[in-house]
């Protein structure tokens, strides 16, 4: 366990509370949030952050949420929105808002993402207080004032967006190198998914991403699209070097195939 949760948190992202072509609201749904996007747009997408707040894969791994029809980019905990403050996190929220959405990246963390630095508050205590079971049910009323806003298609990521798609709140769902996520878990989703796994990933290692496709696969009456990446590991989508080019375009073929789930499914 140890090592899987430490590979949840390699390369920490320096936390920008300005950065962005977005806005931070005070309370959207309840929570502090940052939004881009039109308010006119017909769908929205909710992204969860890892522990650090990046877009990646947090509760236990929530993960980036996202759309009324929400992205799930997974990292070790619950509220992988810890970190609404990385910068990639809201590089990609503006990057989903410029296709037409509504973009919504809660602070699940409550301005208490994971510190490494501190010794008195290790993942296996940090994360106690940042639970998937919490993250789903503060969701929920954010995926509520999305819909007075007149945005009819939901969508999530991550373990929140797992628990999500089970009871049917959203429509369109997204993984992106998922944590905690189960086969249990996947065989009771009931809108169209995708999971985009990693191939060095002790968390989700590609022989379970497998099994989701296959339980998936099993059921005709959920849409999904499975892929591995390789040569990458657990959260490749959102914690990279931009000066490494390879790492650059994998995550840019990540985003492109969360937005075009989206776009099939949310439009």
Request: proline residues 7%.
């Amino acid at each position: 366990m140890a090592s899987s949760h430490s590979q949840c948190c390699e390369n920490p992202p320096v936390l920008d509370p300005a950065g962005g072509e977005g806005k931070v609201v005070d309370s959207f749904g309840g929570l502090k949030a940052y939004i881009a996007g039109s308010d006119g747009a017909k769908a929205a997408v909710v992204l969860v952050s890892d522990v650090f707040g990046n877009c990646s894969d947090p509760l236990p791994h929530f993960s980036p949420l996202l759309l009324l029809g929400t992205l799930s980019i997974n990292e070790w905990h619950p509220s992988a929105l810890a970190g609404f403050e990385s910068p990639n996190l809201r590089k990609i929220a503006d990057k989903v808002a410029s296709s037409g959405y509504f973009v919504v990246v809660p602070d699940f963390f409550h301005g208490d993402p994971y510190a490494p630095e501190n010794a008195e508050r290790p993942i296996p205590v940090w994360i106690k207080s940042h639970t998937p079971a919490k993250g789903f049910e503060e969701a929920k009323p954010i995926i509520a004032a999305l819909k007075e806003k007149g945005m009819s298609k939901v969508g999530a990521a991550a373990k929140v967006v797992v628990e999500l798609a089970k009871a049917h709140e959203i429509q369109a769902a997204v993984l992106l190198h998922p944590s905690v996520v189960t086969v249990d878990d996947v065989k009771e989703v009931k809108c169209p998914i995708s999971i985009l796994g990693a191939e060095i990933d002790k968390i989700s290692p590609p022989e379970l991403v497998r099994q989701f496709e296959q339980v998936l696969s099993a059921n005709s009456g959920v849409d999904h699209f499975v892929k591995i990446f390789p040569g990458v590991s657990h959260g490749w989508s959102v914690r990279y070097s931009h000066d490494d080019a390879s790492a650059v375009k994998s995550a840019e073929e990540a985003l492109a195939d969360m937005m075009d789930w989206f776009n099939k499914n949310l439009k």
